[in-house]
Nanobody, 117 residues
Framework: QVQLVESGGGLVQPGGSLRLSCTVS????????MGWYRQAPGKQRELVVA???????NYADSVKGRFTISRDNAKNTLYLQMNRLKPVDAAVYYC???????????WGQGTQVTFST
């Protein structure tokens, strides 16, 4: 079973940066599309950014210009570079992969982003 493992979350100050990683236990090519989602306390999980079937990326309006998705296929890793972070970005961030053959969803366990006061 292919697994997704996120890392890179932590405590950050407003205006700061973090880079999240999502490492695939097998081959990243197991997934046709991947993306990042987040869930803040008391709120539903929401899209941050996702790859589309057309090879493009779809960013939430709230993160456009601040967050960037990328991947290193040789390392089987998906990244989320987050710049100019705001307190509203505090959440648990999840990596999602859609299997290339079955279209089944796979999710990581999440990594927490919190803000220092």
């Amino acid at each position: 079973q292919v697994q997704l493992v996120e890392s890179g979350g932590g405590l950050v100050q407003p205006g700061g940066s973090l880079r999240l990683s999502c490492t695939v236990s097998g081959s990243i090519f197991s997934f046709g599309r991947m993306g990042w989602y987040r869930q803040a306390p008391g709120k539903q999980r929401e899209l941050v950014v996702a790859e589309t079937n057309g090879g493009r990326t779809n960013y939430a309006d709230s993160v456009k210009g601040r967050f960037t998705i990328s991947r290193d296929n040789a390392k089987n890793t998906l990244y989320l570079q987050m710049n100019r972070l705001k307190p509203v970005d505090a959440a648990v961030y999840y990596c999602r992969g859609v299997a290339a053959v079955s279209n089944n969803d796979h999710w990581g366990q999440g990594t927490q982003v919190t803000f220092s006061t």
